[in-house]
Nanobody, 125 residues
């Protein structure tokens, strides 16, 4: 079992920045691919970013590329999402997730084994 707890959400004006963090506990953190997803009201959960075991490889949704940065600290068992140039359409509940098995893209919720409870991000115009 892996427990994930997100923090750092809040209300920010368009153009502003937020940094989300996700603290993991339970099993060896470096054995998991980590991802961030988000879900807006009435919409499906969508991929935001993913990072490899060591942090050497990252992938982003086109909608956040160039604005968001995912990173991880395996010594501290944390994964972060730095969000810059925020837009109202970034408003959603943001979730971190951990994948402990091989998959193809890590861009889909079904590829992940563990989820945090989510943290609300609201961007006002």
């Amino acid at each position: 079992q892996v427990q994930l707890v997100e923090s750092g959400g809040g209300l920010v004006q368009a153009g502003g920045s937020l940094r989300l963090s996700c603290a993991a506990s339970g099993r060896t953190f470096s054995n998991y691919i980590m991802g961030w997803f988000r879900q807006a009201p009435g919409k499906e959960r969508e991929f935001v970013a993913t990072i490899s075991y060591s942090g050497s490889s990252t992938h982003y949704a086109d909608s956040v590329k160039g604005r968001f940065t995912i990173s991880r600290d395996n010594g501290k068992n944390t994964v972060s999402l730095q969000m810059n140039s925020l837009r109202p359409e970034d408003t959603a509940v943001y979730y971190c997730a951990a994948a402990g098995h091989y998959s193809t893209t890590y861009h889909y919720p079904g590829e992940y084994d563990y989820w945090g409870q989510g943290t609300q991000v609201t961007v006002s115009s």
